[in-house]
Nanobody, 121 residues
Framework: QVQLVESGGGLVQAGGSLRLSCAAS????????MGWYRQAPGKQRELVAT???????NYADSVKGRFTISVDNAKNMVYLQMNSLKPEDTAVYYC???????????????WGQGTQVAVSS
């Protein structure tokens, strides 16, 4: 019912910037939260940033001050502006959404397919 598609990944040099986008489509009654997670090779998937009800944000300590999460509620899109990128930011970045698909109280968690970010030194 709901699909998340990420875009904007690529290869950049340390100190550069990228802006990731995630578009949510399908049967969406409302979006409770959206977020970005990342997984480096051989590492556990970790939280990068979340935004709840389009207002409240949380960031991993490792990206605080460098990354900014934002949403366009009208378009059901979430963005991650990444500045001052470091080699340790290299990972596959995944979009996540927690949504309601009807007037029921149930919520559903969806993941995108991921987009690769590689930062060279």
């Amino acid at each position: 019912q709901v699909q998340l598609v990420e875009s904007g990944g690529g290869l950049v040099q340390a100190g550069g910037s990228l802006r990731l986008s995630c578009a949510a489509s399908g049967t969406i009654f409302s979006i409770n939260s959206m977020g970005w997670y990342r997984q480096a090779p051989g590492k556990q998937r970790e939280l990068v940033a979340t935004i709840i009800n389009g207002v409240n944000t949380n960031y991993a300590d490792s990206v605080k001050g460098r990354f900014t999460i934002s949403v366009d509620n009208a378009k059901n899109m979430v963005y991650l502006q990444m500045n001052s990128l470091k080699p340790e930011d290299t990972a596959v970045y995944y979009c996540q959404a927690v949504v309601r698909v009807s007037t029921s109280r149930f919520t559903y968690l969806y993941w995108g397919q991921g987009t690769q970010v590689a930062v060279s030194s």
